[in-house]
């Protein structure tokens, strides 16, 4: 790869390829060599990106949306040309199959296509007095700067949700993207420069996560912060924040349930689940982690869940044919192995995968695994696996169901399959998440809201709420003369 050659860090306008920090290995998950290395922000180039978006602040809000609106289209086109180039260079950063980083690619061109539109569409409205010669007007204006931080599970669609809003909102942005896949950041970057974006507007950079976010959030100048990531961090982004009052989005871990009823086709819906699990190797927030199948269909649902991982191919990302690559660090590979080990101590059935494959002794593969049969006090239940394993549990009614499914702090996707829509309604009612999929497990998108309850996060990424996490409503009552 030549991508760190040509990026580095990106402040007010100049491609930085040196760093008062130094620089950090980016680490190829298949091979675990050294893919490159990246500029590492001290002090002096975090302090130069707070410059450049203070002083921009004013300027891009004053930018009419219009014009907003023509530099993300211009930048989602750019993105759609260079598709092959960054799909391949995430491929190798995280190890996913080439078809799927292509998808999540799309997914990112999407956002500034849709963030266009919203650009041109901030609305307020206008109320009528209780008396005449009263108007009361509400309006919209941009918060200030952001300061934006994302994982390495998906590095193009994570930091094109926050991107995207808070450039179409009239916000200046500093990004910090995951250190492990930075390629897809500055490919971003480098479109949005190409469609004329000014300087200082759009800052990445990239170092020690907890070094960057203590000194960005501390600073006066950051007035919004949104985070991508894990709950620990979350809580503590927010206690950062909280000394400065700003305003916060958060979508953190999940732990998806999927209720499957009697009356669902249980191979049908084994497959797709099984599909769906271990799409990039199941290092998905919304993936599904718990799966509670009816007793009466719970044999053939695990039968069909356990063919599908047995089937999955393993490799390289960008070898043909390859299902499913390695996870994309060691550490989450290790925590994999360790819940899969727990709950099989305490009596869960092993219908497949289960280990490192044989043969692997480079990379952080992880077999496909099915577990079956898994009690509750399986520590893979309550925590988020985050990898490619996929617990069943039976049950026998709804309202057991519907217990254990809201028995955990997670509240951001959940799943449900049933051929009857009576129950289907009434368990996605009764789901406490932000997001439910009925017979169909694809969620997001860029024009529907994305986002949990409880210790999943809140605010919204996507869709018409969106845009309004970087905004601020202003109140003005006017009584004429």
Not at 51 to 56: I, N, P, Q, T
Not at 184 to 196: F, K, L, R, T
Not at 432 to 446: K, T
Request: glycine share 10%; hydrophobic share 45%.
């Amino acid at each position: 790869m030549t991508v760190y050659q040509s990026f580095g860090l990106h402040i007010d306008g100049q491609w930085k390829e040196v760093a008062s920090g130094g620089e950090i290995a980016v680490i190829d998950p298949v091979s675990e060599d050294v893919l490159g290395t990246i500029p590492r922000a001290g002090t002096a180039e975090l302090d130069a990106a707070l410059e450049a978006v203070d002083r921009m602040a004013p300027v891009w809000a004053a930018t009419p949306g219009w014009q907003r609106s023509a530099l993300l289209r211009e930048t989602a086109r750019c993105m759609a040309d260079r598709a092959e180039r960054a799909a391949w260079d995430m491929s190798v950063e995280t190890g996913k199959p080439l078809a799927e980083a292509k998808g999540e690619w799309q997914a990112a061109v999407d956002q500034f296509d849709w963030y266009a539109d919203e650009a041109r569409r901030i609305f307020g409205h206008t109320l009528a007095g209780r008396e005449p010669g009263v108007r009361l007007d509400v309006s919209y204006a941009p918060v200030g700067p952001v300061a934006a931080f994302t994982a390495w599970n998906f590095p193009a669609l994570l930091p094109a949700r926050k991107v995207a809003a808070a450039l179409a909102a009239g916000c200046p942005i500093i990004v910090k993207p995951s250190e492990e896949a930075p390629s897809s950041m500055a490919h971003i970057a480098e479109c949005a420069v190409e469609a004329g974006l000014p300087k200082g507007v759009l800052n990445v950079v990239l170092g020690d996560p907890a070094e960057i976010s203590a000194h960005l959030i501390a600073s006066p100048v950051i007035r919004k912060v949104s985070l991508t990531g894990s709950v620990p961090v979350g809580k503590l982004l927010m206690a950062q924040s909280a000394q400065g009052l700003k305003k916060l989005s958060m979508e953190l871990g999940g732990h998806a349930p999927v209720l499957v009823y009697p009356d669902a086709d249980p191979v049908r819906v084994g497959e797709i689940c099984g599909a769906t699990k271990f799409r990039n190797a199941g290092q998905v927030c919304i993936s599904p982690t718990r799966f509670f199948v009816h007793e009466d269909v719970y044999e053939p649902f695990a039968e069909a869940m356990a063919r599908v991982a047995k089937g999955v191919k393993l490799g390289r990302g960008t070898d043909e044919g390859v299902q499913m690559g390695p996870m994309a660090n060691a550490r989450g590979r290790d925590r994999v192995a360790a819940l899969v080990q727990d709950a099989l101590d305490k009596g869960a059935d092993l219908l497949a995968g289960g280990s490192v494959p044989a043969g692997r002794n480079q990379g952080f593969f992880f077999e496909p695994t099915v577990l079956g049969r898994v009690p509750m006090d399986a520590a893979i239940l309550r925590e988020e696996p985050f990898g490619p394993v996929a617990p069943i549990v039976p049950f026998r009614d709804h309202d057991e169901v519907i217990r254990l499914a809201n028995d955990t702090g997670f509240g951001l996707a959940g799943y449900v399959f049933s051929g009857s829509l009576s129950t289907a309604s009434r368990a996605a009612e009764a789901l406490e998440v932000g997001m439910v999929g009925v017979n169909d497990m694809l969620l997001a998108a860029a024009e529907v809201p994305f986002g949990g309850v409880k210790d999943s996060g809140f605010g919204r990424e996507g869709g018409q709420l969106g845009i309004l996490e970087y905004l601020e409503a202003k109140y003005v009552k006017t009584r004429y003369a």
